[in-house]
């Protein structure tokens, strides 16, 4: 229908066209009498029109002048009348191109209607099971020479690093207070826990790598946080270490028992020897804090740390 309304609009403009020409046409021709015939001017013509039996008309002589202005009017006249008519048919065209084009998606004979079922989403929990991947409980795990009971005591190493760390950030914060203001040693405790979550990241990634599984433990709170003097959190930190390395110990003669080389040479390689060499700072400290008494030394030995 739109293209009907298109069409309908050119034919409505070339009507115009021709009835303007219709209405020109005697301001262009100018007829003269056959009883008193002219001269032929210079710039004009004539032009004899025949009838059906052979007879000619009377002569119809077009000035030079004249026809221009008619011909002329006529062109501008038309050009203006079609271009207020492509303007109106344009207007009337895309409001029924939009009118019709939502009617003739209902007319059976011009469109098949095609019924899509659309699925039903899926929720949740079933969005959740069909994207696990390996994510999964049922992912692919893999095991060699890792005995279990290892792997339970590197578990209860990370939480023995975590706890050691958290005695060493609340000793930090005692040295910190401004009643004991003993900044070197509180930049050492600072150090000590940062190492010791390190060392649990560490036993973390191992236990991954050996195809087993970290399970999270309580950390629990630290026994000591108020202290007599530095030489008491230095005694406190001591015992602290020597627990560890205990443990370190206990874990590298259950690996060596099981036949184990990686998890001995993981031990021995990366904490062992750092271990050791921790109890023996803490102790080198501790006699210079004895040997240089309490108060001033104190703060002797802290410029030192510091």
């Known amino acids: 229908m739109a293209c009907g309304v298109i069409r309908s609009s050119k034919g409505l403009g070339?009507?115009?066209?021709?009835?303007?020409?219709a209405a020109l046409a005697p301001w262009s021709f100018v007829s003269v009498s056959p009883s008193a015939p002219r001269a032929n001017l210079k710039g004009s013509s004539v032009i004899e029109i025949k009838t059906g039996s052979g007879a000619a008309n009377p002569h119809m002589v077009r000035g030079t002048n004249g026809s221009s202005m008619g011909i002329v009017a006529l062109a501008v006249a038309s050009m203006a009348t079609l271009t207020v008519a492509r303007r109106k048919s344009k207007g009337i065209s895309s409001i029924k191109v939009k009118r019709d084009a939502v009617f003739n998606i209902q007319e059976a004979d011009d469109f098949v209607a095609i019924k899509v079922d659309t699925p039903t989403p899926p929720s949740h929990r079933e969005f959740m099971s069909d994207h696990a991947g390996s994510?999964?409980?049922?992912?692919?795990?893999?095991?060699?020479?890792?005995?279990?009971?290892?792997?339970?005591?590197l578990n209860q190493?990370?939480?023995?690093?975590?706890?050691?760390?958290?005695?060493?950030?609340?000793?930090?914060?005692?040295?910190?207070?401004?009643?004991?203001?003993?900044?070197?040693?509180?930049?050492?405790?600072?150090?000590?826990?940062e190492e010791e979550r390190e060392h649990a990241e560490k036993f973390i990634?191992?236990?991954?790598?050996?195809?087993?599984?970290?399970?999270?433990?309580?950390?629990?709170?630290?026994v000591t946080t108020e202290f007599s003097s530095a030489l008491g959190a230095m005694e406190e930190?001591?015992?602290?270490?020597?627990?560890?390395?205990?443990?370190?110990?206990?874990?590298?003669?259950?690996?060596?028992?099981?036949?184990?080389?990686?998890?001995?040479?993981?031990?021995?390689?990366?904490?062992?020897?750092?271990?050791?060499?921790?109890?023996?700072?803490?102790?080198?400290?501790?006699?210079?804090?004895?040997?240089?008494?309490?108060?001033?030394?104190?703060?002797e030995v802290d410029k030192d740390l510091h």
């Open 14 to 21: 070339a009507v115009v066209v021709i009835v303007s020409m």
């Open 157 to 193: 190493q990370v939480q023995m690093e975590l706890t050691a760390s958290h005695a060493y950030q609340a000793m930090a914060a005692y040295f910190d207070r401004a009643d004991v203001a003993l900044p070197g040693f509180k930049e050492w405790a600072s150090n000590q826990s």
């Open 135 to 153: 994510g999964a409980s049922t992912g692919i795990r893999f095991r060699q020479n890792f005995k279990e009971q290892p792997e339970h005591l």
């Open 237 to 299: 930190a001591l015992k602290m270490e020597i627990n560890v390395n205990h443990s370190l110990l206990d874990i590298h003669k259950v690996a060596s028992d099981a036949a184990d080389a990686q998890l001995c040479d993981f031990l021995e390689s990366e904490f062992l020897e750092e271990q050791v060499e921790s109890i023996s700072e803490i102790a080198h400290t501790m006699r210079k804090l004895t040997r240089a008494g309490p108060g001033l030394g104190e703060y």
């Open 205 to 222: 990634e191992y236990i991954n790598l050996r195809g087993g599984r970290y399970v999270p433990l309580d950390i629990p709170e630290p």
